[in-house]
């Protein structure tokens, strides 16, 4: 399955993605976690994201493609993936369609993961990561309204809705049989 995960930051997309994953038998794809790595590697591309993550602003589209695309171009992914945090533009979301379109392949669908905002802050203030401080969470919520947000209705009935509020393996279950698995 090829799927895409969206959702605010805080939503627990990354823990629900790593359990879909392991049923689904398809990578986790988290563009986070690929530019978290490529930081504590010390990689080029590590020092060129940092400053952007560290002040909850996006990366630059054309950097984050370029790495989404050789991670889509490796062995595992061939036969579907969970796309974590890309697409994060209509912008980045019209990258990845052409790029899927060379390849005569398309997404199965876009899980939404749905949670009021007072969660989300909470939820992010208790995983203590570096770019969790108050000011950057800020900052995160209102590039996801501006930039992330309007996806949803870019993908149209392509969303799959799932309510991310609840238990870990409750909200789980939800995804599981919204996939009709
Ligand atoms: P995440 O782990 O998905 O919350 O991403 C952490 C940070 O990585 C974001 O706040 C952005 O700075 C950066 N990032 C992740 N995915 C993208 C993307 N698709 N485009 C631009 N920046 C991204």
Redesign the pocket.
């Known amino acids: 399955m090829r799927l895409v995960l969206l959702g605010p930051?805080g939503a627990g997309?990354?823990t629900q993605a790593a359990l879909l994953s392991e049923k689904l038998g398809v990578p986790h794809i988290?563009?986070?976690?690929l530019?978290?790595a490529n930081i504590g590697e010390g990689t080029p591309l590590g020092v060129e994201?940092k400053s952007?993550?560290d002040?909850?602003?996006?990366?630059?589209?054309d950097v984050?493609a370029r790495m989404?695309k050789s991670r889509l171009a490796e062995n595992d992914a061939q036969e579907g993936f969970l796309l974590?945090?890309?697409?994060?533009?209509v912008e980045?979301a019209e990258i990845l369609a052409d790029h899927l379109t060379e390849q005569s392949l398309e997404l199965d669908g876009v899980l939404n993961f749905r949670i009021a905002e007072d969660v989300v802050v909470e939820r992010m203030l208790a995983r203590g990561r570096a770019?969790d401080n108050e000011e950057t969470i800020r900052t995160?919520l209102s590039?996801y309204h501006d930039e992330t947000a309007p996806l949803i209705e870019h993908y149209g009935d392509r969303i799959i809705p799932i309510d991310a509020e609840g238990e870990v393996d409750e909200i789980n279950a939800r995804a599981m049989s919204a996939l009709g698995k």
């Open positions: 930051p997309k990354g988290s563009t986070g976690d530019f978290r994201a952007y993550i002040a909850g602003k996006l990366v630059p589209t984050t989404v974590d945090g890309f697409p994060r533009t980045q770019d995160r590039v």
